[in-house]
């Protein structure tokens, strides 16, 4: 941020207008900067956001997907060893979104997404949601449905 300005001392005053024009400049430029939380934490580098942060963010326009995040991982998608999180009772669910290997594996490898990634198993699961709702997750739905 530019506190200051210099004033020259020749008779033109040129430089001394310069740069006060440059310091107005950066003055209202600073008052035209206001955001919102949620563009504060779009702001983050992802290495600087939680994976609950992350799934927030991702799923803004779907707050029953961030629902089922949480009841399904606890917003997790690697475990404290950094092994990909899989599912207590099948453990070909997979990841933050609790997406089945067996029954995805294939069809999110041909549409391109890496379900074994973050980014990759959010994605597929927005695909998921737009093409069967939340049918892939009842059987956690007594914990999100609420």
């Known amino acids: 941020?530019?506190?200051?300005?210099?004033?020259?001392?020749?008779?033109?005053?040129?430089?001394?207008?310069?740069?006060?024009?440059?310091v107005l400049s950066a003055i209202s430029s600073e008052k035209e900067i206001v955001?919102?939380?949620?563009?504060a934490e779009k702001m983050k580098t992802e290495s600087e956001m939680t994976v609950k942060e992350r799934v927030s963010v991702?799923?803004?326009?779907?707050?029953?997907?961030?629902?089922?995040?949480?009841?399904?991982?606890s917003y997790?998608?690697?475990?404290k060893n950094g092994y990909i999180v899989r599912g207590k009772v099948n453990r070909r669910d997979i990841g933050v979104m609790q997406i089945n290997e067996y029954y995805h594996l294939s069809a999110s490898k041909k549409l391109g997404y890496d379900i074994y990634t973050l980014e990759g198993n959010m994605a597929y699961a927005k695909y998921l949601y737009e093409k069967k709702g939340s049918q892939p997750w009842n059987s956690s739905r007594a914990?999100?449905?609420s």
């Open 1 to 22: 941020m530019l506190i200051g300005a210099f004033y020259s001392n020749s008779a033109t005053g040129d430089i001394g207008n310069k740069i006060e024009a440059s």
């Open 35 to 39: 955001i919102t939380a949620v563009e």
């Open 58 to 73: 991702y799923f803004e326009d779907d707050p029953v997907l961030v629902r089922i995040a949480g009841c399904e991982s």
């Open 76 to 79: 997790r998608h690697l475990d």
């Open 143 to 145: 914990c999100w449905n």
